[in-house]
Each structure stands twice: as C-alpha cells, then as structure tokens.
C-alpha cells in the first residue's frame, strides 16, 4: 500500500491540524486541549471521577490526574471526597471554570465551525458515517 494511500495517515494529519488550531486557539484562556476536555466534561456531569474522565478522553490516568491537578491549581475545579464512597475523588467545575470554559468553548466552536462550513450538509452527515464506520470497524473484537 503507498504511504499517501493509508487512510490511518490521513486520519491523523486531519486530527493534528484540528489538535493545533484548538491548540492556538485555547493558549487565549491558559488551557490546553486536554484540560479544556476535561473541563468540557465536567461541565456536563454532576461530578467526576478522574478514572471516569480519563476513560472520556481517552487518556491515561497518569495524564487525567496531572490534567486535573493544573486545573484544581488554576482554581477552575474543586476535588473533594464523594459522600458515598470516601476514597473516590470527586472532581467539579467552579464558578471561575464555568466563565473561562464558555470563552474556551466558544473559541473551540468557532474553530468546529470553519470546520464543519468546508462541507455541505450532506457531505457532513456522509463524513460522520464513514468516521463512525471506521471507529466501529476499529473497535470490534
């Protein structure tokens, strides 16, 4: 197979050229892309584990738990025992993680949105099914 027609290739340039435009983008607010998923994450949950947010994101604990320390440091998160289970961490975002993710998010957006106006509608919807056919293919035992 000649390298320019692997399709793992093309996948990953596709990947870093997004990772470095969010990059760029999110250096405005002090995060990288990791501690912006992280915080995009746990916007959405009542709380998290840092087990449960590396599963997220696909990331190794080793690197979620320094994600979330650099974050707790900024004061963007508190982490603090759960009631029910006293040696599980509970991670949640703060006021001030609130007010820097909806500036990050909205930089992180506008960068999905370029993105997503270089197709049509149903290039799009044909580009997303291919992806998830691949991530299936991928995935299956």
Not at 40 to 55: D, F, H, I, K, P
Not at 129 to 137: D, H, K, P, Q, S
């Amino acid at each position: 197979m000649e390298l320019g027609d692997r399709l793992g290739l093309v996948i990953k340039r596709a990947e870093q050229a997004l990772i470095a435009r969010k990059t760029a983008a999110l250096r405005e607010f002090e995060l990288t892309v990791p501690q912006y998923a992280a915080l995009l994450l746990l916007a959405s949950a009542e709380g998290m584990s840092a087990a449960q947010l590396a599963r997220e994101s696909m990331v190794t604990p080793q690197t979620m738990s320094t994600v979330l320390a650099n974050l707790e440091a900024k004061g963007l998160i508190t982490r603090a025992p759960s009631p029910m289970h006293q040696k599980l961490v509970v991670n949640r975002v703060t006021p001030a993680g609130h007010a820097v993710l909806a500036d990050a998010d909205a930089a992180a957006s506008r960068i999905e949105g370029r993105l997503a106006a270089a197709f049509s509608d149903a290039e799009r919807a044909q580009l997303q099914t291919l992806l998830e056919r691949a991530i299936g293919e991928l995935t299956r035992e």
